[in-house]
């Protein structure tokens, strides 16, 4: 009756369905993974990757995370050192992590070898790379975990994907640098407008865009292990054992053997690096210099730019506005206090004028009597011939005098 396909499709599918959850599949979480280095791993990351022998290194414990590195420590992982980490870490490279806030371990395959690809590069032509060049070439952004990456909108940055299991492979280096330990939230590098493609290209001394484009294509050429030992950013490229690469208080000194010739090559060996050493110095120094330079000529092409957009941003603020509406209230009330107020004692003075001369009309109807210097206009009403000032005054006082002697004659 099909029983044997009813119990297939009841109970065999959803078992099947359960032990391939497809949709439910996430990428392990940076504090979920034990670490698979051992002190065997060390011994060949100072060979392939030229550890100096001071550099103090920790082996990961299993209840130890990637994302909590003991204190005094920081978290490394092995993708990195194929990208061209290399200790101690480059000035660059701590300067842009000390601005974003982050710690190492969050850069991700991809921002790390994009990162070191351009420190290398511009190192090569000679100048630095500061972190307003690196915003204005593309921008660093975070995911849901905290691990950072780089896009770019009008470069195509190439970079090869990660081994399979570089999320386990991590340990942890001695923090002699002051950098970040604990995974930080991402602070975005502010986009610098005073920096263009035109001065990327005079900083890089390219001819034009495309050859600027084409570096950055291949991008990865330049975090390999000639460009690097180029740029100073280690000194023993080529030499097979880590003991080779220089005098540390932790590495005991070599016994003197009986073949001499073995000691003599070995200290011309470290006359040779010493030399390498104080060349890379005086090229760190030309570099320096160069990237002050640039920067002077940024900072004052800036400040050329800047008073036009300030003044035009001023102009479109509240304070602005307010400015002018300050200048408006002071005129009005320069207005008020010197031209009204004039006209209104002007007005008053006419009034008294007026006043006086109506009473004065007043009583030479009243008492017929004729006030010397009073015309007929004036007798009879007409403004426009009154007189003012001392003539005035004695025509007041003479219908005074009038007044009182005719209030003398009514009380006898």
Same mark, same amino acid.
């Given at each position: 009756?099909?029983?044997?396909?009813?119990?297939?499709?009841?109970?065999?599918?959803?078992?099947?369905?359960?032990?391939?959850?497809?949709?439910?599949?996430?990428?392990?979480?940076?504090?979920?993974?034990?670490?698979?280095?051992?002190?065997?791993?060390?011994?060949?990351?100072?060979?392939?990757?030229?550890?100096?022998?001071?550099?103090?290194?920790?082996?990961?414990?299993?209840?130890?995370?990637?994302?909590?590195?003991?204190?005094?420590?920081?978290?490394?992982?092995?993708?990195?050192?194929?990208?061209?980490?290399?200790?101690?870490?480059?000035?660059?490279?701590?300067?842009?992590?000390?601005?974003?806030?982050?710690?190492?371990?969050?850069?991700?395959?991809?921002?790390?070898?994009?990162?070191?690809?351009?420190?290398?590069?511009?190192?090569?032509?000679?100048?630095?790379?500061?972190?307003?060049?690196?915003?204005?070439?593309?921008?660093?952004?975070?995911?849901?975990?905290?691990?950072?990456?780089?896009?770019?909108?009008?470069?195509?940055?190439?970079?090869?994907?990660?081994?399979?299991?570089?999320?386990?492979?991590?340990?942890?280096?001695?923090?002699?640098?002051?950098?970040?330990?604990?995974?930080?939230?991402?602070?975005?590098?502010?986009?610098?407008?005073?920096?263009?493609?035109?001065?990327?290209?005079?900083?890089?001394?390219?001819?034009?865009?495309?050859?600027?484009?084409?570096?950055?294509?291949?991008?990865?050429?330049?975090?390999?292990?000639?460009?690097?030992?180029?740029?100073?950013?280690?000194?023993?490229?080529?030499?097979?054992?880590?003991?080779?690469?220089?005098?540390?208080?932790?590495?005991?000194?070599?016994?003197?053997?009986?073949?001499?010739? =073995? #000691? +003599?090559? &070995?200290?011309?060996?470290?006359? /040779? *690096? !010493?030399?390498?050493?104080?060349?890379?110095?005086?090229?760190?120094?030309?570099?320096?210099?160069?990237? =002050? #330079? +640039?920067? &002077?000529?940024?900072?004052?092409? /800036? *400040? !050329?730019?800047?008073?036009?957009?300030?003044?035009?941003?001023?102009?479109?603020?509240?304070?602005?506005?307010?400015?002018?509406?300050?200048?408006?209230?002071?005129?009005?009330?320069?207005?008020?206090?010197?031209?009204?107020?004039?006209?209104?004692?002007?007005?008053?003075?006419?009034?008294?004028?007026?006043?006086?001369?109506?009473?004065?009309?007043?009583?030479?109807?009243?008492?017929?009597?004729?006030?010397?210097?009073?015309?007929?206009?004036?007798?009879?009403?007409?403004?426009?011939?009154?007189?003012?000032?001392?003539?005035?005054?004695?025509?007041?006082?003479?219908?005074?005098?009038?007044?009182?002697?005719?209030?003398?004659?009514?009380?006898?």
């Amino acid at each position: 009756m099909g029983d044997p396909a009813s119990e297939n499709s009841s109970g065999h599918r959803p078992a099947q369905r359960s032990k391939v959850p497809k949709r439910t599949q996430k990428a392990p979480k940076a504090d979920d993974v034990i670490s698979t280095v051992t002190e065997d791993s060390f011994i060949s990351f100072r060979k392939k990757f030229h550890f100096p022998n001071d550099l103090v290194m920790k082996v990961p414990a299993r209840t130890d995370r990637a994302c909590f590195p003991p204190s005094g420590y920081v978290t490394v992982y092995g993708f990195s050192l194929r990208v061209g980490l290399r200790f101690p870490p480059s000035s660059e490279l701590i300067d842009i992590l000390t601005i974003c806030g982050v710690c190492l371990s969050q850069f991700s395959y991809r921002a790390m070898s994009i990162v070191m690809g351009l420190i290398v590069l511009f190192r090569d032509r000679g100048v630095v790379l500061f972190s307003e060049c690196l915003s204005r070439m593309g921008r660093l952004f975070s995911d849901a975990q905290g691990r950072i990456s780089f896009r770019s909108k009008w470069l195509d940055i190439r970079t090869r994907d990660p081994s399979k299991g570089w999320i386990s492979n991590f340990f942890y280096v001695q923090n002699d640098w002051g950098l970040q330990e604990k995974w930080g939230k991402l602070k975005e590098l502010p986009v610098p407008l005073h920096i263009g493609a035109e001065d990327l290209l005079r900083i890089l001394k390219l001819p034009d865009l495309d050859a600027l484009h084409y570096e950055v294509r291949y991008l990865s050429r330049y975090i390999d292990e000639e460009y690097l030992f180029k740029v100073g950013l280690f000194t023993q490229a080529g030499r097979s054992h880590a003991q080779m690469l220089k005098k540390s208080a932790r590495v005991p000194e070599v016994v003197p053997q009986k073949n001499h010739s =073995k #000691r +003599l090559g &070995s200290e011309e060996e470290l006359v /040779e *690096a !010493q030399a390498t050493i104080k060349q890379q110095k005086k090229a760190q120094q030309v570099l320096e210099a160069e990237n =002050k #330079r +640039l920067q &002077s000529v940024l900072s004052e092409k /800036e *400040a !050329q730019q800047l008073p036009s957009a300030v003044i035009e941003e001023f102009k479109k603020s509240y304070a602005f506005k307010i400015i002018i509406e300050d200048h408006i209230q002071e005129a009005r009330s320069h207005i008020y206090d010197v031209e009204v107020k004039a006209l209104e004692a002007e007005c008053a003075e006419d009034g008294f004028i007026r006043g006086f001369m109506k009473g004065v009309r007043t009583v030479h109807r009243k008492t017929g009597a004729e006030i010397e210097g009073l015309t007929p206009s004036q007798a009879s009403g007409d403004a426009s011939s009154d007189s003012g000032g001392e003539e005035l005054e004695s025509e007041l006082q003479r219908a005074f005098a009038l007044e009182e002697d005719e209030d003398d004659v009514e009380i006898l």
